[in-house]
């Protein structure tokens, strides 16, 4: 009964656990994982061939993810750069003409100064 | 021997071998062999330098101690094509587009530029506008590029044009302070060399890309009052057409601290345009650029240096005559038949050649200038009030000269002539500055045009000035002060001046050199300067008057003398200086 018990264990679990104590390295402290996981599951030469395309393919993948993105960040940063320059040019238009409208020829001009008259007089506060 | 034979599939197998073995040869050649020529073809084809342009630092004047801004960079656009890279249909259209937007700013032969494959950068429009650049760019053609530069603009116009100067079509700095101070100014550009796309746009790809962020140029601050230049100018303009004259010069300097107010000259210019000036003389900033006899202005610093040296006081008294003998020569007063007794004052009163010659022969043995008194005045007039040396101004300038008493042209008579500004050249600002320095208590100031720097947020900072050195005593300059003003309210002129302040000055008419090498009075050149404050001197006005060509006897009272007057009075009120009482 216990054999057949036995083989029947064999056969549904094709895994099995080693003991590491007996094997254990003199450095092994007390409490730790002592046993191992072993697959007995075997891939083919055609598994590893495709496996080792497919991460290879996944990582061609990410790098080219990778390198359209650093060109549309190329993008972003030109528009951005576009748009300070533009913006710098309207700032220096809009200074330019804040000048002109303050300049002293055209404030003498004025509607304001020409009604202007010079005093007669002028009496200093002491 | 035994033949080999091989199938149909050996001989395709050996076949598709050599194939292969043919590809990875290539291979190996192009890529390992040729490596470095490819990567550097293709580098080329893809890797661009980008200038990035510093901005030019931009110059104000103040207004009542408030910087204004007087040189501004307005931004304007180069239209560029990569004809390698503009599409053929789009050409016609390109020419269009650009004869409509930009007009007079296109170049020529574009279409000839756009047909250039080889090339890789042609020029296509110039200094177009923000608005047109925008218009050609919603076009969005491929291979169309736009790269934004700067170019000055003037919002005041001609004021103080020869001071500021312009800047040409290369970005260098011409004349006035844009020359002089054009390494500040200009700053340092930046580059970005990156890979770019089809339409030159940089990408961050590649690991030789490189960026060097541009450094703008400082923005300077000069101690021009506008208002003050403004005024000077008109003055100027006005007292020329009034006199007939055709060129003259004002400066306005605060003699407590060396700073120019203001510096006039006429005929003047517009830097905007200075394309079209014809007469390349309107450039010239005669003040510091054009050395000349300043006549008897130059007798208030004989008499600043016999005072000092204690040869003479203001009550000093000598025998006047109408001429003297100086060596062989004789040398004569303007004003004749004043003979008698005559004090020092009078001397500055009358502007009487004979009395200067004698302060100057009191200096040695009284009886000549002899080595000893041209050594004084040598040691006067050039080492302390800094007369025939370069002031260093920070605009360009000329020395002019006066000769030391150990060479041979520095004799008798030509210090004898020296002593009412003959046989000397000068410029305004030597004079100004040291005249500057007899009436302020005695220190000299270097005169400057350069009050500060304005930073990118438009905070001003401004320098301190310190005197540079001692000229005269205080007390020599206090009775020089009093004689200047004593000479002034004893002439016609000082009737002309508002009550209750102190004005003083010094008339000069100066005699001209004629075509054969002998001093003239057929045509004279007019200088006035003088001071004007409550207590103590606020300001220094030196003006000139010339009509080089013309023949005109253009005297220093009645030609330039009303110009310091007009200037004077208005500074008073400019300045809101209360009178005494």
């Known amino acids: 009964m216990s054999k057949e018990k036995t083989i029947m264990i064999t056969q549904t679990r094709n895994t099995s656990f080693t003991p590491r104590r007996t094997t254990m390295q003199p450095s092994m402290r007390r409490n730790q994982n002592g046993t191992r996981y072993r697959s007995e599951t075997k891939l083919g030469p055609v598994a590893h061939t495709v496996l080792v395309a497919l991460m290879i393919t996944v990582l061609g993948l990410v790098y080219l993810t990778q390198a359209t993105k650093t060109t549309a960040y190329s993008y972003e940063v030109q528009d951005l750069d576009t748009q300070i320059s533009e913006l710098s040019a309207k700032k220096s238009e809009l200074e330019v003409q804040n000048a002109r409208l303050t300049a002293l020829e055209r404030v003498k001009g004025s509607a304001v100064a020409t009604a202007m008259t010079t005093p007669e007089a002028t009496d200093y506060v002491r | ?581």
């Open chain 2, 1 to 581: 021997m035994q033949s080999r034979t091989f199938s149909r599939t050996d001989i395709l197998a050996m076949i598709l071998l050599g194939c292969m073995a043919i590809f990875v040869l290539r291979l190996f050649w192009l890529q390992i062999v040729e490596y470095d020529t490819y990567k550097e073809i293709a580098r080329q084809g893809q890797q661009r330098s980008f200038t990035i342009p510093a901005t030019r630092g931009e110059i104000y004047m103040q207004d009542k101690g408030t910087a204004v801004p007087v040189v501004l960079n307005k931004a304007v656009f180069t239209v560029f094509a990569d004809p390698a890279t503009v599409q053929e249909k789009d050409r016609s259209e390109i020419v269009s587009v650009l004869r409509d937007v930009a007009g007079g700013e296109m170049l020529n032969d574009v279409e000839a530029k756009l047909k250039k494959e080889q090339s890789r950068y042609e020029v296509l429009a110039k200094n177009i506008s923000r608005t047109q650049a925008e218009k050609i760019k919603e076009k969005n053609f491929s291979g169309i590029g736009f790269s934004q530069g700067s170019v000055r603009n003037y919002p005041e116009g001609v004021l103080g044009a020869q001071v500021l100067g312009f800047v040409n079509t290369e970005g260098e700095g011409q004349y006035g302070i844009e020359q002089q101070l054009n390494d500040e100014l200009k700053g340092r550009d930046g580059m970005l060399q990156s890979v770019a796309d089809v339409r030159n746009v940089p990408l961050t790809l590649g690991k030789d890309n490189i960026r060097i962020e541009p450094q703008s140029g400082k923005n300077v601050v000069l101690t021009i009052d506008r208002n003050v230049q403004s005024y000077a100018e008109e003055a100027l303009k006005r007292g020329i057409e009034s006199a007939g004259a055709t060129e003259g010069s004002v400066l306005v300097l605060n003699p407590n601290s060396g700073q120019v107010l203001a510096m006039a000259n006429y005929p003047t210019y517009n830097p905007g345009e200075y394309y079209s000036v014809t007469d390349a003389s309107a450039f010239l900033n005669t003040t510091t650029m054009v050395p000349y006899e300043p006549a008897s202005v130059i007798k208030t610093f004989t008499l600043s240096t016999a005072i000092d040296k204690g040869a003479i006081s203001p009550s000093t008294v000598y025998q006047n005559t109408d001429c003297v003998a100086v060596a062989d020569r004789t040398m004569c007063n303007a004003l004749r038949g004043l003979g008698g007794p005559t004090s020092m004052q009078q001397v500055l009163n009358n502007s009487l050649n004979v009395g200067t010659i004698f302060a100057a022969r009191q200096l040695g043995d009284g009886q000549t200038v002899n080595a000893s008194a041209r050594q004084i005045m040598y040691d006067y007039f050039h080492n302390k009030f800094g007369l025939g040396e370069k002031t260093g101004i920070e605009v360009a300038e000329v020395g002019g000269y006066i000769y030391p008493p150990d060479s041979v042209e520095g004799n008798e008579v030509r210090y004898s002539a020296m002593t009412y500004g003959q046989s000397l050249s000068l410029t305004m600002i030597q004079v100004a500055s040291a005249f500057s320095s007899v009436i302020n208590g005695g220190e000299y100031y270097k005169p400057t045009l350069v009050a500060g720097t304005v930073d990118d947020q438009g905070n001003a900072s401004y320098d301190t000035t310190k005197p540079l050195r001692r000229t005269i005593s205080e007390t020599t300059s206090a009775e020089m002060t009093n004689m200047l003003v004593t000479a002034r309210g004893s002439s016609w002129m000082g009737r002309s001046d508002r009550a209750g302040y102190m004005i003083g000055g010094k008339t000069g008419t100066a005699e001209t050199i004629s075509s054969n090498g002998e001093y003239t009075q057929n045509e004279t050149v007019a200088t006035y300067i003088g001071f004007g404050g409550t207590d103590s001197p606020e300001y220094v006005i030196m003006v000139r008057v010339a009509a080089p060509g013309k023949g005109l006897n253009l005297e220093g009272g009645l030609h330039a003398g009303p110009v310091f007057t007009d200037i004077s009075n208005w500074m008073i009120d400019y300045k809101k200086l209360a009178p005494r009482g």
